[in-house]
């Protein structure tokens, strides 16, 4: 069911950060300054640019590794980070960043500036995506210090995943569906549901999310609402809402997804808690 409505749809922010190793003393402390989610909209033959912008927080010199991967997530909670271009709406082979390898001064900052170069094409639609990876790397008198110690330690190493994401005009179909909904309640007696949200259309989008529980005569028991972050053509999220205290039986409960433009897309489904 599509529900020709409008709500508003409030923006957030999607981003990644991927560590490695044991959180134990990392050989590099960095920190991105800059939005971990660059998104634009450009046309085909367009070119942008931008900038990430990278601190040293310590008080010695750090060294950082910049190169770039693909990018996909589902509702189960795993991430990928394929090869760039390997994926069919990765943006990586439009995406270039000026530099391989930064060094930074202590407490200092280094920014890293990218131009993205859409092709002429036009069988281009809706959002393309890749990630620029900035990997803490070792510095010459780390390495050097390694080869001489006799010691073994573990070591860990601070990846930050900046999203490049570049939508084609006003182009792309968004589409929402809703699968897995499975309603629970706790020995407390708190009801919640949760189920799984999925782009299956062509362009990101930032969807809003609510529901609405109905008893069997139709009166309005629980509502819950919230907006995520960027999703992706093929990506999905796992949406869960606490609906309070309801009495055990049987209820209708809709779920709506505003995706930023008309229809706001909703589902209808019979649960029992």
Do not use: C
């Not at 981003?15 to 991105?32: C, D, I, K, N, S």
């Not at 989610?37 to 008080?59: C, F, H, L, M």
């Not at 189960?76 to 390898?101: E, K, L």
């Amino acid at each position: 069911m599509r529900l020709r409505v409008r709500a508003p749809l409030l923006a957030a922010l999607a981003a990644l950060t991927a560590a490695t190793g044991a959180p134990t003393r990392a050989r590099a402390q960095l920190a991105v300054l800059t939005s971990l989610v660059e998104e634009r909209t450009a046309s085909p033959g367009d070119r942008y640019t931008g900038r990430i912008t990278v601190k040293n927080t310590t008080d010695q010199p750090q060294n950082a590794r910049i190169y770039q991967t693909d990018f996909r997530f589902a509702a189960d909670g795993s991430s990928h980070t394929d090869d760039p271009g390997s994926s069919p709406r990765s943006n990586a082979p439009w995406v270039h960043p000026q530099s391989t390898r930064i060094s930074i001064p202590p407490r200092g900052e280094v920014s890293v500036p990218y131009s993205v170069e859409v092709p002429q094409s036009d069988s281009l639609r809706g959002t393309y995506w890749s990630m620029i990876m900035i990997e803490g790397a070792q510095t010459p008198a780390e390495m050097n210090a390694k080869r001489g110690a006799a010691s073994v330690g573990v070591a860990s190493v601070m990846r930050y995943a900046v999203q490049v994401a570049t939508h084609i005009g006003s182009t792309g179909s968004r589409n929402a569906q809703f699968t897995d909904v499975e309603a629970s309640k706790t020995d407390k007696g708190v009801s919640s549901l949760d189920l799984t949200v999925v782009d299956t259309g062509e362009r990101g989008f930032r969807p809003v999310l609510w529901v609405e529980v109905y008893d069997a005569n139709g009166a309005l028991r629980a509502k819950g609402k919230q907006s995520r972050g960027l999703l992706y053509p093929g990506t999905s999220l796992r949406q869960h809402f606490d609906l309070g205290a309801l009495t055990r039986g049987t209820y209708k409960a809709v779920v709506f997804a505003d995706t930023g433009v008309e229809p706001v897309f909703a589902a209808q489904f019979t649960v029992v808690f």
